[in-house]
């Protein structure tokens, strides 16, 4: 059975941090992309960040751009997101989703075939 699994969401002050955690099962993160998307209510589901596991090049929305980090472990093949300076604007449900990783992981929520259950992530004071 393939899954992932979301953790590390919570309440968080703006200026804060937090590492969201997506932790695979059933397969082995080596071969895919693996992205990160957050939706937050009335707005779209939008792509934060992904990481091709072949070769480690990664990709970051222009909104996260200089406070998000992306990687991996793959001794434990999970893949961590570093949200940094966390705004208002970040609240909404992170999902970790991953596709197969032959060319540079995307945006694009139709070309991934696996999803987590997603984590709440809320910066509020």
């Known amino acids: 059975q393939l899954q992932l699994v979301e953790s590390g969401g919570g309440l968080v002050q703006p200026g804060g941090s937090l590492r969201l955690s997506c932790a695979a099962s059933?397969?082995?993160?080596?071969?895919?992309?693996i992205g990160w998307f957050r939706q937050a209510p009335g707005k779209e589901r939008e792509g934060v960040s992904c990481i091709k596991s072949r070769d480690g090049i990664t990709r970051y929305g222009d909104s996260v751009k200089g406070r998000f980090t992306i990687s991996m472990d793959n001794a434990k093949n999970t893949v961590y997101l570093q949200m940094n300076s966390l705004k208002p604007e970040d609240t909404g449900l992170y999902y970790c989703a991953v596709h197969r990783g032959f060319r540079p992981c995307v945006f694009d929520a139709k070309r991934y075939d696996y999803w987590g259950q997603g984590t709440q992530v809320t910066v509020s004071s």
């Open positions: 059933g397969f082995t993160l080596d071969s895919y992309n």
